[in-house]
């Protein structure tokens, strides 16, 4: 079945890149997602990459996939304060439909 | 709407009443789905539906939830003889159903049985 791990915790200072990992088990994923959540609201979709690239850069945001070793990174370049939230990545797997499996969420945490 | 609409916003309820939480998807999203957080967990898939086919049910944790979406549009998360543990953050999203269908989240409901 569809597992997807992340870490729990991360902290960085203001000003220093962040690097949020995951893992995913289920080979036959065909996108695979960043969300953001900050206190009190909903997940926000930050980025989405088609699980044949390797790499997609939105602005301040890099996601790297290594199909080989189904790991997922992303990467937030001068890490701001208004940065500090969990994030969640998520893969949809082919013949799931549209569903969507949740790693646990990494919580950022950027001091100043 | 411009995005996914969820209400109440807050739920407090005392234990064994029965509560309704309602959802309004983006128009012309075709999918729509339940998840659950608990306090600092990560997200727990409860009911998914997709069209007018039969919907996934199998993430619902009791016969007390159940959820309908009528006409293809507007959902209501029922909970029956509510207990503490269903204390959590109810949340709901939309999808378009074609091609990446990123999910787009509603801000949720928080529920406290008391």
């Known amino acids: 079945g569809e597992d997807v791990e992340q870490s729990l915790f991360l902290s960085v200072r203001e000003g220093d890149s962040s690097v949020i990992n995951c893992t995913y088990t289920?080979?036959?994923?065909?996108?695979l997602y960043w969300y953001k959540q900050e206190p009190g609201a909903g997940l926000q979709l930050l980025t989405y990459?088609?699980?044949?690239?390797d790499m997609k850069q939105d602005q301040r945001l890099t996601v790297l996939l290594n199909k080989k070793d189904k790991h997922l990174s992303l990467r937030i370049a001068d890490t701001q304060t208004g940065d500090s939230a969990i994030y969640f990545c998520?893969?949809?797997?082919?013949?799931?439909?549209?569903?969507?499996?949740f790693g646990g969420g990494t919580r950022l945490m950027v001091k100043p | 709407g411009a995005g996914v609409s969820q209400s109440p916003s807050n739920k407090v309820t005392e234990k064994g009443k029965d509560v309704e939480l309602r959802c309004d998807p983006i128009?012309?999203?075709?999918?729509l789905y339940w998840y659950r957080q608990s306090l600092g967990q990560g997200l727990e898939f409860l009911i998914y539906?997709?069209?007018?086919?039969?919907?996934?049910k199998s993430g619902l944790p009791s016969d007390r939830f159940s959820a309908e979406r009528t006409g293809g549009s507007v959902s209501t998360l029922t909970i029956q003889r509510t207990q503490q543990e269903d204390s959590a953050v109810y949340l709901c999203?939309?999808?378009?159903?074609?091609?990446?269908?990123?999910?787009?989240f509603g801000n949720g409901t928080r529920l406290t049985v008391t």
């Open positions: 289920d080979s036959s994923s065909t996108y």
């Open positions: 539906f997709q069209g007018n086919s039969a919907p996934d």
């Open positions: 998520a893969e949809r797997v082919r013949n799931a439909g549209n569903m969507l499996t």
């Open positions: 990459i088609f699980s044949n690239m």
């Open positions: 128009s012309g999203h075709t999918a």
């Open positions: 999203a939309s999808s378009s159903g074609t091609g990446p269908s990123p999910l787009h």
